[in-house]
């Protein structure tokens, strides 16, 4: 069975710092989505990962992909209050279901 | 081109009740799920509708869920009889093929006292 695990769950941080979520998923899979929900909101995608080595930017926000390590990371650069939501990685499965298995979030905070 | 959309947004139902979600996918979309969160978890997936056959529903709690997708276009979730542990917020998403990019709707908040 897919499983996804991310940490930190909750993070606080000051606005100009960096700081790293990460993702990591238990068998293999060559899809990794990251998303954002801003609170009573939808999901909003972020990034689509689809092969090793993958890096993508965003503004403030860096995701990458290591299919060997089962590992994504999203990184985020000089923070601002903006980037305030929950973010979710999720992975597909190369075979069978159709299905997103997700993480249980990561909860971030950006004090001013 | 508009989203996802869900109906109703919130709903309080007492223990015992019916519950109907409705999700309208994006036009041209074959590919429908549906997803729950209960409250501080991740989010699960419930099940698969390609066009109006169900593709999978192993995410299913119970057979208190019923899933539609009459024609092929919106799908209700419904909940009968509702219980407590089924609180939580019911996404639903869509795709126009397989493996490809689900774009979800802001969810169903739904609270059973």
């Known amino acids: 069975e897919l499983k996804v695990e991310q940490n930190p769950l909750f993070l606080s941080m000051q606005e100009g710092k960096n700081y790293t979520i990460y993702c990591n998923y238990s068998?293999?899979?060559?899809?990794l989505y990251w998303y954002r929900q801003d609170p009573g909101k939808s999901l909003e995608s972020l990034f689509v990962l689809l092969s090793n080595g993958a890096v993508k930017q965003e503004g403030r926000l860096m995701a990458s992909l290591d299919t060997k390590a089962r590992l994504s990371t999203l990184h985020i650069t000089a923070a601002v209050h903006d980037l305030s939501a929950t973010y979710f990685c999720a992975v597909d499965l190369v075979q069978g279901a159709q299905k997103l298995v997700f993480g249980q979030g990561t909860r971030l905070t950006i004090n001013p | 081109e508009a989203g996802v959309t869900q109906f109703p947004s919130h709903s309080v139902i007492e223990k015992g009740q019916t519950v109907t979600l409705r999700c309208d996918p994006i036009s041209g979309h074959d590919n429908l799920y549906w997803y729950r969160r209960v409250m501080g978890k991740e989010i699960k997936f419930l099940l698969h509708f390609v066009k109006e056959s169900k593709q999978d529903e192993s995410g299913m709690p119970n057979n208190r869920f019923l899933a539609e997708r009459t024609g092929g276009t919106y799908s209700t979730l419904k909940v009968q009889p509702a219980e407590l542990e089924d609180s939580g917020v019911y996404f639903c998403a869509s795709s126009q093929g397989r493996r490809e990019e689900q774009y979800f709707g802001p969810g169903t908040r739904l609270t059973v006292t």
């Open positions: 068998t293999t899979s060559d899809r």
